[in-house]
Every structure is written in structure tokens, then in C-alpha cells.
């Protein structure tokens, strides 16, 4: 059942996807409005977020093992295809990069730096950077993107079912909304497994003789933050220096970043799909 919902979502997605979309999250915003948390104690905040985060999931769960039959389960099938695409969102990434990597075929630093800033949230400092240092930068921050964007919403769906996918989701609008301490280390949490998990597949993917290792190490390390452990894994098998950077070539490095992640996409649905077929996961 999981692999048919994560198919069609991401099937959909690939097919109603459009460039600048944005997932319209101002119902949450709006439920949010009354409750001031920066003032709250912390249980108070916690009481906030499991009414905000926790409480929507569970009744989803309960709504969903509500409907019996076939016709209840098609249209559970439909609520969960249409719940994990709003999750995943439709913004066409690709299309991003294709204009990031025009700029750059153009000498147009500037340019590129304002286009990837557009869709990679990079830091503003990056903009007094050098092309290579540039160039570094989004490509850490496509790998990433493509993590925070997809890997570990179908991780959670994977695990949890839809509830969980809406739950992450939420979990890092509310994060966006309010800096707290102890929610940061949760989203560090939930990042974790899903982190390590992609990265071994990165090392699967691609060079798996130098990447393996690497992702390895990082599978008892519970301090270093995701970002680094992707980062690190994917790009162990071709370090680059400024001194050996080749502008004219850089753009191929950036197209192979996202071919190796798109290479994960498809080792998880193919995995999905034998867990499918010989366990009835």
C-alpha cells in the first residue's frame, strides 16, 4: 500500500510540479496566531506543539483507519496521495537549478548567486565568495535541499505512515516560527536516522568504495549535524581544490550531485517496491 501512495505522489508530483510553488501553510500560521510560545514555559511550549503538531497526525491516523472496505480503502488510498504530495510540495527544483546553471555557463557570478539564494536559502555572506567557494556552497546545498525537500518526508512516511510525513512537516514550520532550544535538538532527532540512512545510500549510489566508509563512521556519531554527514559522504569520492577548479566544468559537477540524488530516489522506490512484493510491507 505504501509503495502505490509514494508512487502516485511522487508520479504527481513530477507532472503537476511548477516553478515558485509554495505549500500554503496559512491555515497553520492562522491556528497558531493565539498561542504566544516565546513567552511560554517550556512545558507550556510543549503542550503548544503536541496540540499544533501532535494532535493533527493522530487524528489523520484515526480518520484513516476509519474507512473499511473497498471503497474505504480507495479513498484512504486518495487522502493519503493527495496529504503526501501537499507534503512533499510541487515546486520544480530542477528547472531552479537549470537557471543557476545558465548564469554560471554566462560568467554571471552575481547572477547565479542571487538564483540559488532564491531556492537554496544560502547564507548572504556566500555572495562575497569566490566562484569555487560558491560553487562549494550550493552544491552542499543542492544535496541538502534534496533531503529536507523528499528523503526525509518518505523516510517518516515509510516509517509512520502519512501521519508521520504531516508530522515532520509541521514539526519544521513550527521550528520556523518559534527557535527554541529543545525543538531544535528534536529536529536534530528526527533528522538523525533519516540522515544516516541516506547516506549509506549515497555511498550504494555512487562511489561506494570511498563513500561507504565514510558513511559508516557516521553511523554511531550522534553530535555531527545532517548536513554535514550527507555533505561529507557524498562528496569524499571527488574532493575538489580551488587550485584544481575548473569554471567551465563546474556545472557538470553540479548535474552529477543531482543525478547521484536522484539515483537514491530510485534505490528507495525499488527498495520500497521488494519490501512490497515479498513482505506486504
Known amino acids: ?73 480507495t479513498a484512504a488510498v486518495i487522502i493519503q496521495v493527495c496529504i503526501l504530495l501537499y507534503v512533499l510540495g510541487r515546486d520544480d527544483f530542477s528547472q531552479r537549478v537549470e537557471s543557476y546553471k545558465d548564469c554560471w555557463n554566462r560568467e554571471d557570478y552575481q547572477g547565479a548567486f542571487h538564483c540559488a539564494q532564491g531556492f537554496l536559502k544560502i547564507d548572504e555572506q556566500v555572495d562575497s565568495q569566490s566562484p569555487f567557494q560558491l560553487h562549494q556552497t550550493v552544491r552542499h546545498a543542492v544535496i541538502f535541499a534534496w533531503f529536507s525537500r523528499f528523503f526525509i518526508f518518505v523516510f517518516w512516511f515509510l516509517v509512520a505512515g502519512i501521519p508521520g510525513a504531516l508530522a515532520c512537516l509541521l514539526s519544521y514550520w513550527f521550528s520556523r516560527k518559534f527557535n527554541l532550544p529543545w525543538l531544535n535538538s528534536l529536529l536534530g532527532a528526527i533528522e538523525w536516522l533519516p540522515s544516516r540512512v541516506l547516506a549509506i545510500s549515497i555511498a550504494l549510489a555512487g562511489d561506494f568504495t570511498k563513500s561507504f566508509p565514510e558513511a559508516i563512521k557516521f553511523i554511531s556519531d550522534f553530535h555531527t549535524p545532517s548536513k554535514t554527514v550527507l555533505t561529507e559522504t557524498t562528496f569524499k569520492a571527488s574532493p575538489q581544490s580551488e587550485a584544481d577548479f575548473d569554471c567551465s566544468l563546474a556545472h557538470k559537477s553540479l548535474t552529477d550531485a543531482n543525478q547521484l540524488m536522484f539515483r537514491c530516489a530510485v534505490l528507495w522506490l525499488v527498495l520500497v517496491a521488494c519490501l512490497t512484493l515479498f513482505t506486504g510491507f
Open 1 to 73: 500500500m505504501k509503495f502505490i501512495v509514494l508512487l502516485c505522489a511522487v508520479l504527481l508530483q513530477k507532472q503537476t510540479s511548477r516553478q515558485g510553488y509554495q505549500r500554503n501553510q496559512a491555515w497553520f500560521d492562522r491556528l497558531l496566531s493565539p498561542f504566544n510560545v516565546l513567552e511560554m514555559k517550556p512545558l507550556g511550549q510543549v503542550a503548544t506543539f503536541a496540540f499544533m503538531v501532535l494532535l493533527p497526525s493522530v487524528l489523520l491516523a484515526l480518520l484513516l483507519s476509519s474507512f473499511t472496505g473497498f471503497i474505504g480503502g
